[in-house]
């Protein structure tokens, strides 16, 4: 696929905007015309040519702007990118791991050049060079996570699995939906999944967890999870929700199609060699309504899955204020027709 | 699952029927790194039968150019350590798994208390490694019935010597647990590998003593015990699979083709866990993780190194 | 905000009682803290060496001459929190595997308490903790990131950015705090009514 990077703004002015292919390669993540929570885990294997899910991290054409946003945000809030002390070893493993991944498949981009422990990466779209030494700090401007972090679209987790459970120990986190890492950092798998409606009756975090605990270094896992941003806004983090948070009263019924986003996160989880943690990957993908109903197929899905949208789902994803505006934009396209299962766009 | 696949690239007898094996990557690259207390499950075509057992790695786990595995020649067994003993020459080529890791140092512990019996030292070997890298506070004390089967001892002592302490049994030497667990400070944890009667001993120690669940990490390979041929239905896949005496439910499954989840196959790890729909005998659980509520429901049971006294157990798969 | 769910981040806290297997015994309270190990020693005594840490500040009644009846020799009092967490961290130094920690007053002292401990190598869960006295939480602000302490409402004004903050269940035990999320951000101004729920 040939990337042509994009400049886009992803708050103020807001200029993002897929192009036609970006569109077509949507995660779309309803194959049915019901949403229910669940754990939807499976293998991270290589999916088709052009998809999301082809390489082991993505790059996009929005690569470029993203990791300018991705600076913005820590350069306002430093408190973004957090690491405990004994989690040094799974920084060099992320390191090497996210180094390696983009190296290989984006040979045009990215080149990783090694001699025995001395390592010179090149970061063409970034204009980035950097020489090194594998495993001492010292030789890097800023520690392996934050340096790496910086530099791959999306947030990062780094688990450390212990007492029968994992602990958010690093992350770098400027484009989550609505949690904090502030706040996180250090919290165990139970704790910082606290705020999530309805598991609890159907123990889905507990068998996720079991799940995660025996995930092997070469079979790396994923998932989709789902949500919606007004404006295509990265940062919509609880740091900010006053800069935010006042978006959900501009969405209207004839608005709605520019405003309203659906945000689909790719998440994606890797065992690593050195330090047994858990690399947690938080992929990012907006599209506007007008966006998605390129494809009337995806409108009419979408449609449906948000109108019958379980309230208790419907709070926690903070849709409530325009669920209605946007469910009335959608309807012109649900004839109501049977369009059967599948994410596909037609 | 994806698979590694290594060339024994050389054999050496360590001690009283220990056998030391080093592995290449088959294709002649890099293999994997690991953290201390990894283990590799090692695939071995037998004819007729496919043995499956795991085993620490206990070379440094930034060796990337080999691996290095102990086997210990088990007579009364299923038959997997004879096969690594009598089969696998210089040259031979086995698929392995990735290493897993069921039995890590805490990366929050301000000490590390390594106790280690016979062939328990293996994976503890790796860890020193770790611990020596990271400038981690530890101490090893190593328990073996003569300096005969004492693998590793000298080397480790070469190593390591200030913090390592030999006990030799036939020199009457033994470990006291009670004194050397009520001399820890704040902060430490404990980790026992070796023979199940020393682990249990050293377990319930600790316990008895006050140390915290977490503070307490034990890895034991049990081997599936050999039995009486039963009949296992699986509900889902609709088969009647028989069970024979010498090999586990576990591996009666993957030899008839049916993809049942596993990790450590030994009893530890709670992966392979399933549910058991009905039987005309009794359960016979011989693994360390259900709890005794769990065993005496029969509703659950875990495949790798359970069975059951029965003309057939059916189970939910 | 929080209807329709519990969030499992929130502690929960029990009554405190001697745990047998045990090398020795810590147990630290404040206020009216001290209740609660009177409680405690009333219970048949383990066979270990038992140390109390105790400060009166903030107790309804004087707990002093029953604490002294019940732990004696064993007892040491502070002035402040400050002067007995002090105490603690010392103690702690020398201290063995096998001690058993027991603690006593409110979420924020029982958060020091546990704080100085995992320094040393403590998890957080083996500090068993017994909620007294007040149920004011300290509320971190994302905002702004201080801490507020001492918070009885649902609604707190935050003391670093003066915003007006709702008090979610979401707790974290590494700050000892709620977190805390601008109230009225969607529609400044409209706070909603502000009802004393922690007392």
Same mark, same amino acid.
């Given at each position: ?23 077509? *390669? ?256 938080? *992929? ?19 449609? *449906? ?42 | ?6 060339? =024994?690239?050389?054999?050496?007898? =360590? ?141 480790? #002592? ?40 020393? =682990?249990?001993?050293? =377990? ?29 239905? +699986?509900? #889902? ?79 939910? +798969? | ?199």
């Amino acid at each position: 696929m040939s990337l042509a990077f994009k400049q886009e703004t992803f708050r103020d002015d807001y200029t993002f905007r897929n192009s036609p292919e970006a569109i077509r *390669r949507f995660p779309f993540p309803f194959p049915e015309d019901q949403y229910m929570y669940s754990v939807n885990i499976e293998p991270h294997t290589p999916g088709p040519k052009g998809a999301v899910t082809e390489f082991t991290l993505d790059v996009d054409e929005h690569y470029v702007a993203e990791c300018r946003d991705k600076a913005i945000t820590l350069e306002q809030d430093p408190g973004r990118c957090a690491s405990l002390p004994h989690m040094m070893d799974a920084e060099w493993d992320f390191l090497e791991f996210t180094m390696e991944s983009l190296a290989r498949d984006y040979p045009e981009q990215f080149s990783l050049s090694k001699n025995g422990k001395e390592w010179t990466w090149v970061n063409r779209p970034l204009g980035l060079e950097q020489s090194f030494v594998f495993g001492d700090a010292a030789t890097l401007p800023m520690g392996p996570f934050e340096y790496m972090g910086r530099q791959v679209q999306g947030d990062f987790v780094l688990l450390d699995q212990r007492e029968d459970t994992l602990f958010a120990d690093a992350g770098i986190v400027t484009s989550q939906a609505d949690w904090s890492l502030a706040f996180n950092v250090g919290m165990s798998w139970h704790e910082w999944h606290g705020p999530v409606p309805q598991v609890t009756k159907l123990g889905v975090m507990d068998r996720a967890l079991k799940f995660l605990m025996s995930l092997q270094q070469g079979n790396p896992v994923r998932r989709l999870n789902w949500t919606m941003t007004i404006n295509p806004r990265l940062d919509t983090s609880p740091e900010n929700y006053p800069l935010w948070g006042g978006d959900r009263n501009k969405v209207n019924a004839q608005n709605a199609g520019e405003l309203a986003h659906l945000r689909v996160e790719l998440q994606t989880l890797f065992r690593m060699p050195r330090s047994n943690a858990i690399v947690f990957s938080i *992929r990012c993908y907006l599209i506007s309504m007008e966006e998605m109903a390129t494809y009337p197929r995806w409108a009419k899905r979408f449609h *449906r899955v948000l109108r019958d949208l379980h309230p208790d789902l419907v709070e926690y994803k903070g849709i409530t204020k325009y669920q209605q505006a946007v469910v009335a934009w959608l309807s012109r396209f649900d004839d109501g027709a049977d369009i059967g299962i599948g994410t596909q766009p037609e | 699952m994806s698979q590694l696949q290594v060339k =024994v690239a050389a054999i050496d007898d =360590v001690s009283a029927g220990v056998r030391h094996f080093t592995l290449v990557d088959a294709h002649g690259g890099e293999l994997p790194a690991f953290s201390g207390g990894s283990h590799i499950v090692v695939t071995m075509p037998a004819p007729g039968r496919t043995y499956r057992n795991a085993y620490s790695l206990l070379s440094s786990p930034e060796n990337r150019a080999h691996y290095e595995i102990a086997v210990h020649r088990q007579p009364q067994s299923r038959g997997g350590s004879i096969y690594m003993h009598e089969q696998v020459k210089v040259g031979s080529v086995l698929d392995i798994s990735y290493p897993v890791n069921l039995f890590a140092l805490s990366r929050v512990a301000k000490h590390h208390l390594l106790i280690a019996g016979g062939i328990g030292i293996t994976p503890f070997m790796a860890q020193i490694h770790d611990l020596e890298r990271l400038g981690g506070d530890y101490s090893l004390h190593y328990g073996f019935r003569s300096r005969e089967h004492a693998a590793f001892a000298d080397a480790l #002592k070469a190593r390591v010597s200030q913090r390592a302490v030999c006990y030799d049994e036939s020199l009457g030497q033994r470990m006291d647990f009670d004194a050397l667990l009520r001399a820890q400070p704040l902060g430490t944890h404990v980790y026992a590998c070796g023979p199940q009667g020393m =682990v249990e001993a050293l =377990v319930s120690t600790a316990r008895a003593l006050g140390w915290p669940e977490h503070h307490i990490h034990s890895e034991q390979f049990l081997a599936p015990p050999v039995g009486e041929p039963f009949t296992l239905k +699986l509900s #889902k896949s609709e088969l009647e699979i028989t069970v024979q005496g010498d090999m586990s439910m576990l591996e009666a499954m993957e030899a008839a083709g049916v993809d049942a989840p596993s990790l450590c196959r030994g009893g530890a790890c709670g992966r392979c866990e399933l549910e058991v729909l009905g039987t005309d005998g009794e359960l016979q659980h011989h693994d360390h993780y259900l709890s005794d509520a769990d065993k005496a429901s029969g509703r659950k049971i875990m495949p790798c190194v359970s069975r059951a006294k029965c003309g057939y157990l059916e189970l939910n +798969l | 905000m929080e209807r329709g769910y519990w969030i499992r981040s929130k502690p929960v806290y029990t009554a405190l009682l001697w745990n047998t297997k045990a090398t020795a015994h810590a147990v630290l309270a404040a206020g009216e803290g001290g209740l609660a190990v009177v409680k405690l020693f009333q219970q048949a005594l383990p066979e270990q060496g038992i140390t109390v840490f105790y400060s009166p500040a903030g107790a309804s009644k004087d707990y002093l001459p029953a604490l002294q009846a019940a732990a004696g020799a064993d007892l040491q009092v502070f002035e402040t929190t400050a002067a007995l967490l002090e105490a603690w961290t010392r103690y702690l130094a020398s201290a063995r595997m096998g001690l058993r920690i027991y603690s006593a007053g409110t979420e924020k002292f029982m958060w020091e308490v546990t704080d100085a401990a995992e320094a040393f190598g403590i998890l957080n869960n083996d500090v068993m903790k017994e909620l007294t006295g007040s149920l004011a939480r300290s509320v971190y602000c994302v905002h702004c990131k201080s801490l507020t302490h001492e918070v009885t409402s649902n609604i707190a004004t935050c003391s670093g950015c003066g915003r007006h903050l709702f008090v979610r269940d979401h707790f974290s035990r590494r700050m000892g705090a709620y977190m805390g999320l601008m109230v009225d951000a969607e529609n400044p101004g409209e706070v909603p009514e502000i009802e004393e729920i922690y007392p």
